[in-house]
């Protein structure tokens, strides 16, 4: 019988079973200074939160079970380690996540210290350095502790491992089987209700990110509906020919697939093929046009990046966002005009809940969206130093919302990968933050100043 799924269940199930536990670990070894770091990994594989019986006076029991339960509920891949200060730190976040083996943000408070790193397939580097930085002037380790998982959990991508369910341990006792069967038979009930409250949890915000998506993406749709009204083309009409009847005909074709795929949705990834469908309708009645104007055949190239609605782009401009870096991007004809003329383009705004906001800077959801649009990879680099593009830069962004551009592959968080995984990202001394002493020098968008 495992011992970790007893404490597991214990806590669980909430009941007075203590007095019981302590009577089965008698002859256990006694608690001492978990020096071998095989311990701490075996012990973060069963649960969010460890905490050295060396550093005990940190952080309370009580209080780090609250935090794992924080860490539980919101079933995110986020590992707290308390450790003393003589602890060795040589290599350590290295070390750890090759003995854990398990893709997550790792955050580790060695005596007064705090630093932390992440496999970047659930959080940037930069992400992590600004996490660490955030909490780093939080007093006692409570605070500190608390402080760096809220902030760790609106960010962090993917899902907690199956093991915090699960467990594994060392055995305990065979005179306390009849006690402890009992406890796993009730506790397994609660242990399932808890990963079904995720799953129920997981949905319930999956869907209300899509009916944000769904009158975003309903108004691209009648739009391009719209288009294909104003364009009046009849494929028997006078100049007509096979190849302006096959662009219609694609067009059409495109239209009554976005619809469909979007009535079939039921996740915000799903909504990617959707606006990819328009696009494609939309690039074959620019096809359309140039033909029946005589004029040369348009490349294919992205939409407009300011609204996708105003159609292929016919260049790239160079475009500063306020309070961002210069960046080229896609813009159709009319937007390409206005930014010479030194306007503002027409930039399409979304609903939040602080207003209407341009696009990339309303959140997740939006990514799957956009992702129809520009797809091939050039996104994330479009959107650097927006909330979008700044969510986008963990690959396992798609965890969540199904990115999906190509360029982002790996392990999604909590996968076991074992000692697969790319061990650049927990590099760099304890207490660095992996950036050679966190100084950011003043460069990027949020630099300098502070």
Known sequence: MKAATVR???????????????????????????????KVAEELRENPVYVDPAASGQLAESDAEALADKIKDADKPVFVAVLPADFPTQDLFRNLRTETGVTGLYGIRAGDEFDARADSSVMSPQAVSNLVTAVGGAGDAKAQLNDFVDDALRNVGGSAPSSWSDGSGTDVPVGGLVTVGALVAAGGAGAYAVARRNRRRHEEEQRAALEKLRVVVDEDITAFGEELDRLDFHPGEPGADDAMRADYERALDSYEQAKSLMAAATKPEDVRAVTQAVEDGRFSLARLTARREGGPLPERRPPCFFDPRHGPSVADASWTPPGGATRDVPVCAADRTRLSEGRDPVIREVDTEYGRRPYWEAGPAYGPWAGGYFGGGILPGLLIGTMLGSMMAAPAYGADYGAGYGDFGGYEGGDVSGADFDSGDFGGGFGDGGFGGGDFGGGGDFGGGF
């Open 8 to 38: 597991t269940l214990v806590r669980l199930l909430i009941v007075p079973v203590v007095a019981v536990l302590a009577a089965l670990m008698v002859g256990a070894p006694g608690a001492h200074a978990a020096t071998d770091l095989s």
